[in-house]
Antibody, heavy 123, light 108 residues
Framework: EVQLVESGGVVVQPGGSLRLSCAAS????????MHWVRQAPGKGLEWVSL????????YYADSVKGRFTISRDNSKNSLYLQMNSLRAEDTALYYC????????????????WGQGTLVTVSS | DIQMTQSPSTLSASVGDRVTITCRAS??????LAWYQQKPGKAPKLLIY???SLESGVPSRFSGSGSGTEFTLTISSLQPDDFATYYC??????????FGPGTKVDIK
């Protein structure tokens, strides 16, 4: 059974930093690209970032480019999101999501999601 | 960036109704469109990918159609478990995988 478990969400002050983690199990982690998607309270979904199966390629939404860094450790079946220079508008539930494509391809759609970890940016 | 719109934003329907939700892209995305269902307090669930391919385990009452800039999600006979918010999402370009604003389906 595929499981994605996020952690690391807390209350942080504007300008602060935070690192989110996602522990994956139930599938061959290094066969798949992975994503972070966020949802502000009461709002819709926003794709944040993508990392290829080997970490060699990364992509970001314009809203986080230059502030957030996605990474992965395939030896630990783990995905990360380093978040710097946090703003109030970054307050959201952050989901880790698995790309639907296998065999090291990228589709850009998400077949499994974690339950999310809440990041609150507030003074 | 590609913008996505959905209509209606809210839809009131009864069990057994046929329901259709429309999603439009600001430019052609071929068939690179997915549909998700989200219930309160839960993560989204993939229903349809590549515009019309049903994800494994999803009931056959859900179907998707369209290509280019206009797409539809149809629920052939609404069930009690289907009351939720539905999002479309384009994945045409790595420059941004954008979601529509959502359509909430509630009980009439």
């Amino acid at each position: 059974e595929v499981q994605l478990v996020e952690s690391g969400g807390v209350v942080v002050q504007p300008g602060g930093s935070l690192r989110l983690s996602c522990a994956a199990s139930g599938f061959t982690f290094d066969d798949y690209a992975m994503h972070w998607v966020r949802q502000a309270p009461g709002k819709g979904l926003e794709w944040v970032s993508l990392i290829s199966w080997d970490g060699g390629s990364t992509y970001y939404a314009d809203s986080v480019k230059g502030r957030f860094t996605i990474s992965r450790d395939n030896s630990k079946n783990s995905l990360y999101l380093q978040m710097n220079s946090l703003r109030a508008e970054d307050t959201a539930l952050y989901y880790c999501a698995k790309d639907i494509a296998g065999n090291v391809a990228v589709a850009g759609t998400f077949d499994y999601w974690g339950q999310g970890t809440l990041v609150t940016v507030s003074s | 960036d590609i913008q996505m719109t959905q209509s209606p934003s809210t839809l009131s329907a009864s069990v057994g109704d046929r329901v259709t939700i429309t999603c439009r892209a600001s430019q052609s995305i071929s068939s690179w469109l997915a549909w998700y269902q989200q219930k309160p307090g839960k993560a989204p669930k993939l229903l349809i990918y590549k515009a019309s391919s049903l994800e494994s385990g999803v009931p056959s009452r859900f179907s998707g159609s369209g290509s280019g800039t206009e797409f539809t999600l149809t629920i052939s006979s609404l069930q009690p478990d289907d009351f939720a918010t539905y999002y479309c999402q384009q994945y045409n370009s790595y420059s941004g995988f954008t979601f529509g604003p959502g359509t909430k389906v509630d009980i009439k």
